[in-house]
């Protein structure tokens, strides 16, 4: 139990820090005088409260956190934050009229932190305008992690960040240091993010947005979330140039920002092309949209332009796990929709925005197996596993297998306890994917022209679940039930 002292105390500094974010939605409410400024005070204080009782109260327990304490913070982090975040939206829309059950309201604040993009909301358009830009604003803060950026704070309140940092990280792309200290490191990424927001508001600006709206999809585009603050979506806006400056900047999301930190650190981009997870990332996603573009016209859907528009634009959205739309694609050829779901697996980077299963764990399985292969037929050749010019140990190996293995299991159950609950077999498959992908709109029920709002509170839990554990890439949730774990 007193492993927990020390991270609870961790845990209400960043309360606090969360807290400082919803001044952003204050400010925008003040602004606009959409009318419910005064709820944001309320909930300011109500979060610093609680994080000063635990950072003032546990005050004695400072120390540098340890691996297990990263693992149990990462987690509490995530489960978390969203009772704070729901907190404006519980009051916000109480206070124009909206009721929102609690359990809505979390699943609503987790979507928004985990860069889900799910919802159970509608009438987007007719919201206060800062209920939409906190909505969205979510996605931005949770898109390169919460606690990348907390990283490079807590050093300044005594508290070490390399154990955090680590447990937050993506996949094999933890133990990578790019820097000698993981501060800096944690700076670098959070300025290639900050670099690339900026470009992303500006663009679609310029493309016809009116700011606000640009600001909002910008959070949304950026954090690879999907989340928008209009009914149609990006169908709202109707425009060939906004869909392709989305379309540019989810592919940039979809890498893995190192790589641009790197690259712009040594004012060199041959690294950046040389990385095979990148080659594969790109070469996946055009190529699908291109065969996603040759269906529909070949099929008799849309002609040739209209066909690579509306192909490239799904394609790459949902399956970098954006999920902005701009028509039903579940109208399409059925495979469309059921390949694009499967590519929200595995079409992002270890070190994007992006949620899924990651394409390097696909490239070192796929090498493993043609390893495995290749000694049938020659069982004393030595052939080890490369990505690049770098040779893949064995122990990350084992480590990408046992993930995958969790992810099936994960999967499977939440898919069979949603059918338990008599819902569709398409519907519930379906939505836990999108929802362990941190993808958003599903099939079935929850397609893009849908949305949550038509599962019952039990299968919204289920989701949201699905959620917490595809943003936590499940191991470090699993690790926290091994009673290894908790034994000194």
């Known amino acids: 139990m007193k492993d927990?002292?020390?991270?609870?105390?961790?845990?209400?500094?960043?309360?606090?820090?969360?807290?400082?974010?919803?001044?952003?939605?204050?400010?925008?409410?003040w602004f606009t005088q959409d009318g419910i400024w005064r709820i944001y005070p309320w909930s300011i204080g109500l979060t610093v409260g609680v994080g000063l009782l635990l950072w003032g109260g546990l005050h004695r327990y400072k120390q540098d956190l340890q691996p297990?304490?990263?693992?149990?913070?990462?987690t509490l982090v995530w489960v978390v934050l969203p009772l704070c975040a729901m907190v404006p939206l519980v009051m916000g829309l109480n206070r124009v009229g909206i009721s929102i059950s609690l359990t809505?309201?979390?699943?609503?604040?987790?979507?928004?932190?985990?860069?889900?993009?799910?919802?159970?909301l509608s009438g987007l358009d007719k919201l206060p305008v800062s209920i939409?830009?906190?909505?969205?604003?979510?996605?931005?803060?949770?898109?390169?992690?919460?606690?990348?950026?907390?990283?490079?704070?807590?050093?300044?309140?005594?508290?070490?960040?390399?154990?955090?940092?680590?447990?937050e990280a993506a996949g094999p792309v933890k133990d990578t240091k790019l820097t000698p200290r993981i501060t800096e490191t944690a700076k670098g990424l959070w300025g290639v993010y900050a670099l690339f927001s900026i470009g992303c508001f500006l663009a679609f600006w310029v493309c016809g947005m009116q700011p606000l709206d640009a600001l909002m999809h910008m959070f949304a585009t950026v954090s690879l979330g999907g989340l928008s603050s209009h009914d149609a979506s990006f169908?709202?806006?109707?425009?060939?140039?906004?869909e392709a400056?989305?379309?540019?900047?989810?592919?940039?999301?979809?890498?893995n920002f190192a790589l641009y930190f790197v690259a712009m650190r040594k004012g060199r981009i041959d690294s950046f092309m040389r990385d095979p997870e990148m080659r594969a990332t790109i070469g996946v996603l055009l190529g699908s949209g291109l065969l996603v573009a040759l269906l529909l016209w070949v099929k008799g859907v849309y002609g040739p332009l209209d066909a690579l528009r509306n192909g490239m634009f799904h394609t790459?959205?949902?399956a970098t796990t954006t999920g902005f739309s701009t028509t039903d694609y579940l109208s399409w050829p059925v495979f469309i929709p059921v390949l694009l779901l499967l590519l929200s697996g595995v079409a992002t980077s270890a070190g994007s925005t992006g949620g899924g299963i990651k394409m390097v764990r696909m490239l070192i399985l796929v090498k493993q197996a043609r390893r495995e292969m290749t000694r049938l037929v020659h069982p004393r050749a030595v052939q080890p596993v490369r990505l690049g010019d770098a040779v893949v140990d064995n122990p990350m190996i084992f480590s990408v297998l046992a993930y995958m293995l969790v992810y099936?299991?994960?999967?499977?159950?939440?898919?069979?306890?949603?059918?338990?609950t008599d819902l569709d077999p398409l519907t519930a498959f379906s939505a836990v994917l999108a929802s362990v992908h941190c993808m958003g709109p599903g099939l079935g029920a929850v397609g893009p022209s849908s949305n949550y709002t038509v599962l019952t509170d039990f299968q919204i839990w289920v989701c949201t679940l699905g959620m917490l554990l595809g943003r936590l890439e499940i191991l470090s949730f699993m690790a926290l039930l091994s009673p290894a774990f908790w034994r000194r």
């Open 408 to 420: 099936g299991a994960t999967v499977i159950v939440l898919s069979m306890v949603l059918l338990l």
């Open 68 to 74: 297990r304490h990263g693992v149990i913070l990462v």
């Open 235 to 242: 169908a709202y806006f109707n425009s060939p140039l906004l």
């Open 316 to 318: 790459v959205s949902v």
């Open 4 to 29: 927990l002292l020390p991270v609870l105390r961790v845990l209400g500094m960043l309360m606090i820090m969360f807290a400082g974010a919803m001044l952003l939605p204050f400010g925008i409410s």
């Open 132 to 167: 939409n830009v906190w909505r969205t604003f979510m996605q931005w803060m949770g898109g390169m992690g919460i606690l990348i950026l907390a990283v490079a704070v807590l050093p300044l309140l005594g508290v070490g960040g390399a154990q955090l940092f680590r447990a």
């Open 104 to 120: 809505h309201a979390y699943f609503e604040a987790v979507s928004g932190l985990t860069t889900t993009g799910a919802t159970v």
């Open 245 to 255: 400056a989305a379309l540019l900047f989810m592919l940039l999301a979809s890498c």
